[in-house]
């Protein structure tokens, strides 16, 4: 069962523009909402993170939205750039025997033109 | 944050080999994690290590096929056992820390 939903799968957006991910969970006990980046050969890295309790976090260019009655979340790259182009993963972990226990979304690839 | 070291890198083996892969931490750890990311797919996890006691697997992957060690705080393998082509993935290793989830920079395993 995919417990994160995200899209699009893949995404071209021109130098300067906005991209943005949406992703929806299911499961409320989620407590905790990463986002990692992605770049070929690499392994994850951890690029901005929000819990519930707020609605928005906001990193540089780089923004999550939190709608907790909709449960979704979606991450919002503003004037994004060629460096930004990777794969970005979000993600909702919850406690669960004393760690957190991290679901990932599906992923979307971003290539940013320029 | 976390460096997280693994070797090796990439490997290409025969079906029916087994490969071990490596993990190192900077620093103490309580609990490993280990992923599998199989082709332009998302992070799956295979089984949470943690020092003194046996891993715990997730639904679909068991101890004979992926046997497990954690000597210590800093250090974990994953070995990939009696391997067909369906286990070509990236394989990551994981670290927790202050509740931030950290990754290494994965193996790449092609198995012909």
């Known amino acids: 069962q995919q417990q994160v939903k995200q899209s699009p799968q893949s995404l071209i957006v021109q130098k300067g523009g906005i991209s943005i991910i949406n992703c929806a969970y299911e499961n409320t006990a989620f407590d905790y909402f990463p986002w990692y980046q992605q770049f070929p050969g690499k392994g994850p890295a951890l690029l901005i993170a929000?819990?519930?309790?707020?609605s928005e976090k906001k990193e540089g260019r780089f923004t999550i939205s939190f709608n907790k009655s909709a449960k979704q979340f979606s991450l919002h790259i503003m004037d994004s750039q060629p460096g930004d182009s990777a794969t970005y993963f979000c993600?909702?972990?919850?406690?669960?025997?004393?760690?957190?226990?991290?679901?990932f979304g599906t992923g979307t690839k971003l290539q940013v033109i320029p | 944050s976390a460096v997280i070291s693994q070797k090796p890198s990439r490997d290409i083996c025969q079906r029916g080999t087994s490969l071990t892969i490596q993990c190192q931490v900077d620093s103490q750890v309580t609990m490993m994690f280990w992923y599998r990311q199989q082709p332009g797919q998302s992070l799956t996890l295979i089984a949470t290590?943690?020092?003194?006691?046996?891993?715990?697997?997730e639904s679909g992957f068991v101890i004979d096929k992926f046997p497990i060690s954690r000597p210590n705080l800093t250090f974990s393998t994953l070995t990939v056992s009696n391997m067909s082509p369906e286990d070509s993935s990236i394989y990551l290793c994981?670290?927790?820390?202050?509740?931030?989830?950290?990754f290494g920079p994965g193996t790449r395993l092609t198995v012909l």
């Open positions: 290590a943690n020092q003194g006691s046996e891993a715990t697997y």
């Open positions: 994981s670290v927790s820390r202050s509740g931030e989830q950290f």
């Open positions: 929000i819990r519930p309790d707020v």
């Open positions: 993600a909702a972990s919850m406690n669960s025997g004393g760690y957190q226990k991290v679901t």
